[in-house]
């Protein structure tokens, strides 16, 4: 398609993402400049049936006016990005120059918030989304194996992990790894330890999330690469089997390269999935032990009492830097080969 | 089992059918009232029973336990989606601090009869909102398992920790302990209880700078710990709901749980055993100190801001009239501690009776409270997964709670 053809067909969708995706990040990213106005209080009497004590309030005349002056707020800058629950630049300078050694400074550091949860992200990519791919070509290998006649039930079957509605998902996974779920109370028999709980280590509850990612995205890798396998040319493989090749040389040489681009496609679709890991922290209670980035912005926005827009704000354009860095080899890759192909 | 729901179902639908005739129509004319409640069976009385008297006016209601999350958007709205919102002690603070709740004075003046004085929440001299219930957590406990192993029924949570020590080393029970520990807000509302059995403060006098690294802090973090170690492993994923479910599969001995919970813990559904022998009593107190280590609350329902003044006192007619209803009081006794007049505590109440005779504090009503909550939530964790010590564990919470203290602009 020629180029000018492309612009005129994307159109309508890239207007449409302007609408929807890029005016809203747009109005994050300018929110996350501001802060709340110093908030006014005043000392009141408070009486309920428990009694009667002086104590403040915000006083809401006063608020108001400032409001209405200034309705965004007060201009912070990066002031909330470098704050404590945000990259903490103040805390790891104090850090570094109070700690004895490296492994301490760490330690400090990832005590933080936003460190903790972009290392538990970070992990979780880091094993997901080539076990994913491994996982998923693998099952699309074997399935292109076996006889057409069961294909299709296999096949049903094997996507039913992603038809699932992630939360529900966790969830049963959540009930079986209970002290008192069929696999919780198996483990304890097997490991004779009574007071072993998956839920409550933080070791076994990063494990059980990510095997949970890979169970729930390994079925849209293999649904891509299942229908990627059906476009390999059969000449070249009947040749090779002619010379002599065994199976894996097959793969390893004419099935691979043949389906390359679309191992990108994946990895990339998968690397920003993996990156919001959210769903599963909910749906396996595990807040304590694992937080993610997205689960931060979360708890910015419903977890307090009092709303956090601009902590939550941050977070979210983070989140859009990280996973642009993250996807920055692959997209430089891609733009190099369409200069190229130009 | 499945002949005494149909029993209980058929019991409610007569319920229903007199009752609601039985209700006075309260003659409201018009407008149109829309009510967010929290959901458990009190609240749905309640709310059931502001229905009988609404006359011709336009009636809906949304009860879930989600509310929480709706309710400032909501109330932010001009008009707001909802004429009223049933508040508790902590719910009321973010409404204040955005002021999206009205004064109540004129329209108590007018149509709340019947409600008594100790019912009105008053801030600087104005209502803002009309209680009728009160709450706290307090300690269940299993006769039949204390009675065996000669166990008296404790009254401080060192006692508790060695009854549990007990309970455990008699091999009956390897958990015999539970409270909602759930990291979050349940977590926060058990270390706010502890520290004030404590005597501690959350905030420097009259300013909103942290206070609670100190050795009170540290106690109250040892105690949640020992507890803690008392109770299933996976005490952080346990919130109210699940602690009260390993109670009822009788896993558990001693429970710290909520007032309004003991209801759907003494009804027949379960082992009859487990709850003939499930006793209530009230909160335990901690370090030799007088105060219960446990805060009062109060429900009450409180009126959007953004609303019409017609939608306001037609909802304030509806509600007041369940606010100061004696048959609803007698009829639903055994439902929730009312304030309302004509109640006659009966045995599910000695949980709140105790505690409000122990002189318990009530949850603070600060504007700021609601940050120091969700940075406990978060923060205390890794001490009680023996990652990191308590004094580590307050300054983090501190170091939070300042953040977000400045974002909001606290501080």
Known sequence: MPNKTFFWFFLPTGLAMILFIGLPILSTGIQSFYAQHDQVVKEVKKCDPFGCTVSIVVDQEKTSKIREEKPLGKFNGFGTYVDRNHLAIEEIAKFWNETNSFGEFVDQVTNLPFYKALIFTLT????????????????????????????????????????????????????????????????????????????????????????????????????????????????????????????????????????????TFVALISLMDNFRVFEPIIGFSAEGSAQSLSWLIYDNLVNEEVILFGSAAATSMMTIVGIAILLAPVLIRTWKEFRTAR | MRETNMKKILISLLFLLFGTSAYADCNIKSGSINI?????????????????????????????????????????????????????????????????????????????????????????????????????????????????????VPKTYEEVVAASEKIRASGKM????????????????????????????????????????????????????????????????????????????GNVALMTLWASRSGTLLDDDGDAKITAATKLTGPATVAGGNIPAATLWWDGFTLAKNRSDADAEATFRALAHAAANKKMVADAADQAVWLIEGFKPGPKSIGVIEAVKMKAKPYPMLPQMGLMHGALGSEIVEFLQGKESAEQALKDVEAAYMSKAKEQGFL
């Open chain 1, 124 to 263: 979780y990519c880091l094993f997901v989304t080539p076990n994913v791919l491994l996982l998923g070509f693998i099952i699309a290998l074997s399935l292109n194996a076996v006889t057409r006649r069961i294909r299709g039930p296999l096949i049903f079957g094997t996507i039913l992990p992603m038809i699932v509605t992630p939360l529900v998902g966790s969830l049963v996974l959540f009930w079986m790894i209970d002290a008192e779920g069929i696999i919780g109370a198996n483990l304890q028999m097997l490991m004779d330890d009574p007071y072993l709980s998956l839920k409550s280590s933080k070791t076994l509850t990063w494990i059980t999330i990510i095997i949970y990612g890979i169970w729930h995205h390994s079925p849209f890798a293999f649904v891509v690469f299942y229908a990627a396998l059906q476009t390999v040319p059969q000449e070249p493989v009947e040749a090779a089997i002619i010379d002599g090749a065994s199976r894996w040389q097959r793969v390893r040489h004419i099935v691979l390269p043949h389906i390359y681009p679309v191992v």
């Open chain 2, 174 to 249: 390897q958990y015999p302990y539970a409270a909602a520990y759930k990291a979050g807000w349940n977590l926060a509302e058990e270390f706010v209880n502890m520290y004030i059995g404590h005597g501690g403060e959350f905030f420097k006098a009259g300013t909103a700078q942290p206070s609670i690294n100190n050795a009170k802090g540290v106690a109250t973090l040892n105690m949640l710990k020992k507890l803690a170690g008392l109770s299933n492993p996976d005490y952080l994923t346990h919130d109210s709901e699940a602690i009260k479910v390993e109670w009822e599969s």
């Open chain 2, 36 to 152: 967010l409640a929290n959901d458990f069976p009190a609240l749905r009385t309640f709310v059931e029973t502001a229905k009988g008297c609404k006359g011709s006016a336009d009636f809906k209601v949304t009860h879930s336990s989600e509310h929480n999350k709706i309710a400032v958007p909501a109330l932010t709205a001009n008009p707001s989606e909802f004429s009223a919102r049933i508040a508790a002690n902590s719910s009321i603070v973010p409404l204040m601090n955005q002021d999206l709740i009205r004064p109540l004075d004129d329209l108590v003046k007018k149509y709340g009869k019947g409600i008594q004085d100790s019912q009105l929440i008053t801030i600087d001299g104005k209502i803002m909102a009309v209680a009728f219930m009160a709450n706290t957590q307090h300690l269940y406990y299993r006769e039949d398992v204390l009675k065996e192993l000669g166990i008296a």
